[in-house]
């Protein structure tokens, strides 16, 4: 498990200050605002820039680089599990401390080597992927920028970033509203897969870091396991889609299938969610008959595995997920296919019954206390935002017993700026 981080990887400091950034414009039906956004809401305008920044679906879905693993430098997931083998390899060399001194050293001279990001000045951060086919890190325009928009709407529930106090599970509950949030992005998506895509690239990378920390904090013991359990679902109804458009194989036009495949994978181990295998279902088979297949949802990576598998695609090694699929079962069974029975079959097609696990999602997850209003009870949303608050609501809450946001910000709100954190 990651170290404990405030609510987002890039909210650290309780003495930020908002920012007005660009005015977000969006028109036409893949990109018209959500109807889950308060009439005031940071949140609803940092979502409708992300839907302006792919009006063009050419530029949104063609592929970039990232320079090197992007989550939190020196407390990302792969250094974390090179810390826990050093650890390992000391106590077993105790006898022999001039060699341990020396991989220490070693150890250390490699990670100063390591060369820093200046978000594509010099290092090959947004650089086309295409002209550079070696290298493994690799997301569409939009699916880096949902990403990175992710971290807006943690930092929009962190009170720590208003230098408020409002209740412990806060953070923890806005982690857990931007995930919901993810779930309607993808329903939402419903007739563009690429879109999709976006959608769980953007939830990996999201995963993979510390922002959602805080959600493993929160007062119901099963939301953070069941919420993990449902992206891992997602993903694998969008293989089952892409596997309806024969978008599955080693040549895929869905260029990163392998990266993000394997950071699925990698990340069900890094969450440990391995203790609740015998939780099981029965999922109908896609061969016309009442036949059913046994499915255990928190092995979703086996399943995960056994698609790259049947389609021979390559999982990304860089993403250290060798390690992880030692202890996988490969012996898992997938649905069948749907049938290409009309031009709409692929978005009907539910062999792994998505459709139902949302439904018991919704209604065991979705009603929470929002610290200042009472039960929530839908899910995602901006209850959470705290610039979706009267300004009543936030000097109650505020250290100093003065609102965060000043007049300026919140017109700026209002008139559909975004904010950022300095």
């Known amino acids: 498990m990651p170290p404990k981080r405030s609510a987002s990887d890039t909210s650290s400091s309780s003495s930020k200050k908002v920012k007005t950034g660009r005015k977000a414009k969006s028109g036409g039906l893949r990109t018209m605002k959500s109807e889950r956004w308060s009439r005031v809401s940071a949140s609803g305008n940092a979502d409708a820039a992300y839907k302006a920044s792919i009006e063009d679906p050419v530029k949104a879905y063609s592929y970039v680089c990232i320079c090197r693993v992007p989550w939190n430098g020196e407390h990302d997931r792969e250094d974390e599990d090179d810390e826990d083998e050093g650890d390992e390899e000391d106590e077993d060399d105790k006898e022999d401390e001039d060699d341990s001194s020396q991989a220490s050293s ?89 879109e999709q895509w976006a959608v769980c690239e953007a939830t990996a990378m999201l995963y993979m870091g510390n922002g959602l920390w805080p959600l493993h904090g929160v007062d119901s013991a099963d939301a953070p396991h069941d919420t993990l359990v449902l992206v891992g679902r997602q993903f694998l109804a969008m293989l089952a889609r892409l596997e309806h458009l024969n978008l599955l194989g080693p040549d895929s036009e869905v260029e990163n299938l392998g990266l993000i495949m394997a950071l699925y994978i990698k990340l069900a181990a890094a969450e440990d969610i391995y203790d609740y295998h015998d939780d099981t279902e029965e999922i109908k088979k896609n061969n016309g008959t009442d036949e059913t297949f046994t499915f255990v949802p928190s092995e979703f990576p086996s399943y995960i595995l056994a698609y790259a598998k049947k389609y021979n695609i390559k999982l990304v090694e860089a993403t250290g997920v060798e390690k992880v699929i030692e202890i996988l079962d490969e012996e898992v069974e997938l649905p069948e296919p749907s049938p290409n029975e009309h031009p709409l079959s692929d978005l009907l097609c539910d062999p792994w019954d998505l459709s139902d696990a949302s439904k018991e999602y919704v209604e065991n997850h979705a009603t929470y206390y929002d610290g200042h209003r009472g039960l929530k009870t839908y899910l995602g949303g901006d209850a959470l935002d705290i610039t979706t608050w009267t300004s009543a609501e936030r000097k109650k809450a505020s250290f100093d017993g003065k609102d965060p946001l000043s007049k300026e910000d919140i017109d700026s709100i209002k008139k559909g700026m975004v904010l950022g954190f300095a």
């Open 106 to 194: 070693h150890k250390s001279a490699k990670k100063k080597s390591k060369p820093s990001c200046d978000g594509g000045e010099t290092c090959l951060c947004d650089k086309p992927a295409a002209e550079h086919p070696d290298h493994p890190w690799i997301l569409t325009n939009a699916g880096k920028t949902k990403w990175l928009t992710q971290h807006t709407f943690l930092d929009l529930r962190c009170p720590d970033a208003f230098n408020m106090y409002t209740y412990n599970d806060h953070a923890g509950y806005g982690a857990l509203e931007v995930v919901q949030n993810l779930f309607i992005d993808f329903v939402e998506a419903f007739f563009d897969w690429q």
